[in-house]
């Protein structure tokens, strides 16, 4: 099965082509440039370099969220456009379930964070089973680093943190006093390959299916609600 991933929910983004869990290429860019300008140019040129085109492609899986709303929102309305251009199979997976297969070869407690502001980070745990692959110990969720610490404190296992809120996690649980890892450079942000991995044991659905998952409010949103609130003191 040829499986086009895409990954656009943080300040890296990524496109992956891969036969089943065989990656044929990814491109990946963290400059901070908007996902918008950067998303479909590298996708092209995989495409262009591999000699492949959407048509030879059995299935296209994103990153559907948690993560940053804008980036989310372009991974997902682009895989959207091009499921429904082409008539293909598409299916949405968890960020932080593509995350912990970044540390598949680690073995152990995997522990994806991404800042998700408001001194919390977007967050799941993971274990690493016998097949080398992770085995989902919580729900995706927004949770406080120090609640964080707790369940990391109460597991008393050495984690491996892998996301864009690895270092910031890290500096918190070590001042805790709690023994962490971080994983290395080229595994610690988010990627399409990891996208690819998750969507292998995931049923494919259709573009209509497929939608974004935040989590929580936009900062946009939760303002509003504050200052309707306020209004009806």
Known sequence: MLILA?????????????????????????????????????????????????????????????????????????????????????VGVSTLEAMAWH??????????????????VYNALFEIDDDARPKRLTEDRAISLSELAQELRADGREPLLVGDGAKLTYDYLTQAGLACRMAPANLVYQSAWGVGMAALDKKPGSADDLLPVYLRLSQAERERQERLSRKNV
């Open 6 to 90: 895409l990954e656009s929910s943080a300040k890296a983004a990524s496109v992956a082509l891969m036969e089943d869990e065989n990656l044929i290429a990814q491109y990946s860019q963290c400059s901070g440039l908007t996902h918008s300008r950067t998303l479909l140019p590298m996708l092209e040129d995989m495409l262009k370099n591999t000699e492949k085109k959407i048509a030879d492609v059995d299935l296209i899986a994103v990153a559907h969220g948690p993560g940053s709303f804008t980036g989310i929102r372009i991974g997902v309305s682009t895989v959207k456009g091009l499921a429904w251009a082409a008539q293909k199979s598409c």
């Open 103 to 120: 540390g598949a070869s680690s073995g152990g407690l995997i522990c994806p964070v991404m800042d998700a502001r408001r001194s919390q």
